[in-house]
């Protein structure tokens, strides 16, 4: 039987079969138990929750510090000179005795177009303000590497033995050096190449004073000087060897009159 054809029933008793009170608690009753068992009681079991999912982070640790320290292009102050540099140039800023790879901020009204103002090339012109004279070094306390180290951040070659290093970097110091003094007129390209001529002219073979060759070769060149030689002093060497003659003609005249007059 349908129950709620049964709570309908149940509301259509006559007054004589069940006392007025009993009759109305009963028809709650039923008519409530019929409701429920038409309506489901639960909500489905695949309701999906929508509240936020908490993700849980470790915490770094206290002396982590990785994450405080400036890399990359990062503009800092070097703890030496004060002055400023990026954090990647800051241990070959220190190498160089504070004298390169100093950042210098674009002009007022140039446009960013991410180039640096550091030299790129040995031919480039370094700013004024890093035309520093570089200090005087003591040899005998660096390494070699150490020395090839300073000429590389110069640009320069670093190649040769220990003594040919130590040559090259005094000549470049006193080189550059000069070059600021005089107002830097030159360039470090122009600097570099007539570092290198001087190298090249001291590793030359010492040629003669007059024929100009290694060996004392004879060639054409060498007997076309040895003429012009002869001409040129022709008349200087007649007039020695005429005063010679003189001299040892007088000394043998007052020889033979000393003879001559005997003993006093």
Known sequence: MDPATSAIDVIELSDSELPPQRVTRMQTRR??????RQQPLSQPSDVRSTAPRVQH?????????????????????CPLCDKSTRARDMDRHMDSGCTMLIYKPPAAGSSATGVSSFPKFAGSRR???????????????????????????????????????????????????ANIDEGGTKSHAQLAKELGEWERALAAPKVSAFTATPRHEETQQTVLEREEHSRKYADEFEKMVDGLKKRKRAKLETAASADAEGPV
Request: charged share 25%; aromatic share 6%.
């Open 31 to 36: 008519a409530t138990a019929a409701l429920q």
């Open 57 to 77: 982070v470790q915490p770094r640790s206290v002396n982590d510090t990785s994450h405080l320290q400036p890399q990359g292009d990062a503009i800092v102050t």
């Open 127 to 177: 700013p004024p303000e890093e035309r520093k004279h570089k200090p005087s070094i003591h040899y005998h306390g660096y390494k070699d590497r150490e020395i090839q180290r300073l000429l590389s951040v110069d640009m320069l070659s670093a190649s040769g033995d220990r003594n040919v290093l130590i040559r090259r970097h005094a000549e470049w110091t006193k080189r550059y050096n």
